[in-house]
């Protein structure tokens, strides 16, 4: 049971680039979420999928997009990567509702040159 | 809005010794769900304990206990008899009905020998 699995594990970009960060998750749930998170600012949400085919902005959505491809999976895109946007990314899922854990993938480290 | 505040930067310890980590929330719903996580150095985000806006009893997971106090809208982490693998960024967090987590900034516990 590999839980959430996030592809790459870190990457480097100059400034410009494009790249897609992948999410799967095996573990049936209909919510999943992408955070940053940056030093001394916790965890920040950029988007999230409350279900197959939606997506809602987060707090941080600027710069970003996101695909929900299917119910396990649920990408992030950064179409032109800028500096402040090195940081590292965690993609989660959840079952739907109040207090249903969310559960982590490994993370994404991204250094943006 | 929802917010979470958690003021400690660092705490130290030492082993075998309890320590309290302080989380206080702001929101106008009756319904959340409160959380912490642990983030030691190696980045993982490890799910602690869980506590529900209309729990009566305040919530245990083995040495993890939270301490509730609904009028004061704090959620404080214990952790009893400290070890040194207790080391780590902790993080406090919420959610509301169809919401993602919203965190804190995080306290980092240092447990000395």
């Known amino acids: 049971n590999a839980g959430v699995t996030q592809t790459p594990k870190f990457q480097v970009l100059k400034t410009g680039q494009s790249m897609t960060l992948q999410c799967a998750q095996d573990m049936n749930h209909n919510s999943m979420y992408w955070y940053r998170q940056d030093p001394g600012m916790g965890l920040r949400l950029i988007y999230y999928?409350?279900?197959?085919?939606?997506?809602d902005k987060g707090e941080v959505p600027n710069g970003y997009n996101v695909s929900r491809l299917n119910k396990r999976e649920f990408s992030l895109r950064l179409e032109s990567a800028a500096p402040s946007q090195t940081s590292v990314y965690f993609c989660?899922?959840?079952?739907?509702?109040?207090?249903?854990?969310?559960?982590f993938g490994p993370g994404t480290r991204l250094l943006v040159l | 809005a929802q917010k979470i505040t958690q003021t400690q930067p660092g705490m130290f310890v030492q082993e075998k010794e309890a320590v309290t980590l302080d989380c206080t929330y702001d929101?106008?719903?009756?319904?959340?769900?409160l959380f912490w996580y642990k983030q030691p150095s190696s980045g993982e985000m490890i799910f602690l304990i869980y506590q529900g806006s209309y729990d009566e009893q305040n919530a245990t997971e083995g040495r993890y206990s939270l301490n509730f106090q609904k009028a004061r809208k704090s959620a404080n982490l214990v952790i009893s008899a400290s070890q040194l693998g207790d080391s780590a960024m902790y993080f406090c967090a919420m959610n509301q009905a169809g919401t993602a987590l919203i965190f804190g900034k995080g306290t980092t516990l240092s447990v000395s020998s």
């Open positions: 999928s409350a279900s197959e085919g939606t997506t």
């Open positions: 989660a899922s959840s079952a739907t509702g109040v207090g249903e854990t969310q559960y």
């Open positions: 929101t106008s719903d009756q319904s959340y769900g």
